[in-house]
């Protein structure tokens, strides 16, 4: 089990970046697939990127040529570089971590998930 605390959230003008991380406490963050997910009021969380291991990526269709994910193993910290913001990206974010070798999507897939962070995006 891994313990994970979200962190660079806030509130950003439309067009503007932003790069909240994710601190994960325990040894063995390296062996860990990492991902991210966003969530409104009122609708299902959203997948938004992953990260294998070996530090491959896979982005959702909303996200992709705008964020950008990464970990640093030595660091235990995962982050997500979000650039181009607009209104529609104001949600919840969550870091997530799960056991095994590849990228993963599904909430189903992590074991264990951050208190999540807010973004906001003014217009």
């Known amino acids: 089990q891994v313990q994970l605390v979200e962190s660079g959230g806030g509130l950003v003008q439309a067009g503007g970046p932003l790069r909240p991380s994710c601190a994960a406490s325990g040894r063995t963050f390296s062996s860990y697939a990492l991902g991210w997910s966003r969530q409104v009021p009122g609708k299902e969380r959203a997948f938004v990127a992953a990260i294998t291991r070996s530090s491959n990526t896979y982005y959702a269709d909303s996200a992709k040529g705008r964020f950008t994910i990464s970990r640093d193993n030595a660091k235990n910290t995962t982050y997500l570089q979000m650039n181009s913001l607009n209104p529609e990206d104001t949600a919840v974010y969550y870091c997530?971590?799960?056991?095994?070798?590849?990228?993963?999507?599904?909430?189903?897939?992590?074991?264990?998930w951050g208190q999540g962070t807010q973004v906001t995006v003014s217009s």
């Open positions: 997530a971590a799960g056991i095994g070798s590849y990228w993963y999507t599904r909430d189903i897939d992590y074991n264990d």
